[in-house]
């Protein structure tokens, strides 16, 4: 890991309240080594993994929801088909929730209100970049 936002609340939904309870937080991680983006099936099968090791009586936790970062665009990955949503495979489909546009991620109409959030856009300006250098050792402007 090379990047852990300080945690903050999240206030968009009570969808969580009766499985993890209210006042829920939220945390961005990112990771040093790059991963290609066929990556992203076996990274959320591994996500439900720790999630189930941290159930406790049959109750999540922690929710983690891993996506790939490219210049282009931020997917997700997720158990829930939607219209929006591609199938992988294993039961994984991909979310299509950010993409670049005019110099910046734009959300679309399906994109969460958490990843529309300034702070959060702000993040992924900052790893972008980062991106831009790890791929190609230039930095962008």
Request: net charge positive; no cysteine; glycine share 8%.
């Amino acid at each position: 890991m090379d990047f852990l936002s300080s945690p903050g609340d999240f206030p968009y939904t009570t969808y969580y309240d009766v499985e993890m309870g209210p006042g829920i937080r939220r945390q961005t991680a990112a990771f040093l080594n790059l991963v290609g983006q066929g990556a992203l099936p076996d990274i959320k099968l591994r996500t439900n993994e720790i999630e189930t090791r941290f159930l406790q009586n049959g109750k999540r936790q922690v929710n983690i929801d891993p996506g790939i970062l490219s210049l282009e665009r931020l997917v997700l990955a997720t158990g829930k088909n939607f219209i929006h949503r591609v199938y992988l495979r294993e039961g994984i489909f991909a979310d299509l929730t950010l993409i670049y546009r005019e110099g910046a991620y734009r959300s679309l109409p399906w994109t969460y209100p958490d990843y529309r959030e300034p702070e959060f856009l702000h993040y992924l300006e900052v790893l972008r970049k980062k991106l831009k250098y790890q791929m190609d050792g230039t930095f962008p402007r």
